[in-house]
């Protein structure tokens, strides 16, 4: 049986959009969760409303793989970029490691699914 991106796809709309519009509602949790303190609600409410738009780019991949599957290249690049950033980040103390748990869930667990579908793409293309 071979892998179903779309399946993916629309977990990452339904994930991303709850993720993000919950973040930029109620920061609260997302605050408590990360170890950060109020101070960091508006960058919290960023993240979430970036997270949110990108939720809007996969329905669009799931509804037209073919037309918009060059928008997963952007969603890689942003995903690897928060990877490193937290990273970068949580060694510099500037972000405690618990904020790891926030990284593996929006980036990491993504990253099989979007790279199977890329690679399958591109071996497709020869």
Request: glycine share 10%; proline share 5%; net charge positive.
């Amino acid at each position: 049986m071979p892998f179903n991106h779309r399946r993916w796809f629309v977990a990452a709309v339904v994930y991303n959009l709850t993720w993000g519009l919950s973040v930029v509602v109620y920061p609260r949790w997302f605050l408590w969760f990360a170890g950060l303190d109020a101070s960091a609600a508006p960058l919290a409410q960023g993240i979430g409303m970036m997270v949110a738009v990108y939720g809007y780019g996969y329905y669009l991949v799931a509804r037209e793989p073919d037309r918009y599957h060059d928008y997963i290249w952007i969603a890689l690049a942003g995903k690897t970029c928060g990877a490193i950033g937290f990273v970068v980040c949580a060694s510099a103390g500037t972000l405690p490691w618990r904020f790891g748990a926030q990284t593996a869930m929006n980036d990491l667990v993504w990253f099989p699914a979007f790279w199977s579908f890329v690679l399958q793409r591109a071996r497709a293309r020869g």
